[in-house]
């Protein structure tokens, strides 16, 4: 089956200048990353602020161009930003974010902005608008009296269920959701996660869902994607990835999840300071906190590999490059 969005090799690069009068320096934000998404099928990517894990999904929706490597949509190259193609594919890919206040208009009622991508993409004939608009409140567990109402009106909850629906009117293959709920309640995360599973799972869309959080993304998603300092160091299934994580880094990650109903064991804390993309340590980035770290990390850079069962791992010790010491 071809799949529906597949990345190879990407590189994006910023230039940060420290202080006014300092001189630029080139950051690799997302460093060589390979990764494709089928049909139907949510990929979580992972990672601490400053994994690169955003600006991979900008890259994949064609908002921000790669300065390296390459993006093809069912097969075919992605377009040139701004052309005619690249605008009709844009409406086949949607942008979840963080802040949905942000992400409306606080002039415009919901309902207008459900109804805006059916309009400029003129997806349907405008007497059928408000039926659809109609279905799409209903869809998303809002109610069609609340089409009337402004944003500031409505809660977090039903703020992001609105950016949903819209998300949703122009019928998506893809979704890229950039940490959709970590600025929602504890309990409305989950209604909002199932609410986002069961549109999803009913409407065939492929999602991309990105969060630091780990909780959020095992309960979505089919295959995780770890990303660590603008590189994925670990990809395999969700149920892989949370079973028996292999990547020293997803150990962590994974060993700092409760477990409904059981007591939290056996979490690896993470020395060291939390991932600076502008000063990235030799080798393997992660050394500086990894604690089966030994010299060969300190300078050699792990590729990512097959490891076997369908997993990639980047990792000298996890590849058997080297012959682990005991601790
Ligand atoms: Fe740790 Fe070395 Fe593996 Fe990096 S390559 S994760 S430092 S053991």
Not at 135 to 147: C, F, T, Y
Not at 183 to 194: E, R
Not at 270 to 293: D, I, K, M, T
Not at 308 to 321: D, L, M, P
């Amino acid at each position: 089956m071809t799949p529906l969005i597949e990345a190879r090799d990407l590189v994006r690069i910023y230039q940060i200048r420290r202080g006014l009068f300092g001189r630029p320096t080139p950051v690799r934000a997302v460093d060589g990353v390979s990764l494709q998404v089928m049909p139907g099928e949510t990929l979580g990517i992972v990672g601490e602020s400053g994994s690169g894990k955003s600006t991979l999904g900008r890259m994949l929706l064609g908002i921000d161009d790669p300065q390296e490597g390459s993006i093809r949509f069912q097969g075919q190259p992605m377009p040139a930003r701004h052309t005619a193609q690249w605008r009709a594919l844009r409406a086949r890919m949607q942008l979840v974010f963080q802040d949905p206040l942000a992400a409306l208009d606080r002039r415009v009622t919901i309902g207008n902005q459900i109804g805006e991508p059916l309009e400029i993409h003129r997806l349907i004939p405008r007497e059928h608008q408000g039926a659809r608009v109609t279905e799409l409140i209903r869809a998303v567990g809002l109610r069609p009296d609340q089409a009337d109402r402004y944003p500031h009106e409505l809660s977090g909850g039903q703020r992001q269920r609105v950016v949903i629906a819209r998300a949703l009117a122009s019928r998506p293959k893809l979704i890229v959701c950039d940490e959709p709920v970590s600025a929602l309640d504890v309990s409305i995360q989950a209604q909002v996660i199932n609410m986002m599973r069961d549109l999803q799972e009913s409407n065939g869309i492929a999602m991309v869902f990105i969060s630091h959080d780990l909780k959020v993304v095992r309960n979505i998603a089919d295959r995780v994607a770890v990303m660590y300092l603008g590189r994925v160091v670990e990809e395999a299934s969700s149920d892989a990835i949370f079973r028996a994580p292999q990547h020293p880094y997803t150990k962590a990650l994974v060993s700092s999840v409760p477990v409904p109903g059981k007591p939290l064991q056996g979490r690896v804390i993470l020395q060291g300071e939390p991932p600076n993309p502008a000063s990235r340590p030799s080798g393997c980035a992660f050394h500086p906190r990894c604690p089966l770290a030994r010299d060969i990390c300190r300078f050699t850079v792990p590729e990512l590999l097959d490891i076997g069962e369908g997993r990639t791992a980047a990792c000298h010790v996890v590849a058997g490059e080297t012959t682990p010491v005991a601790a």
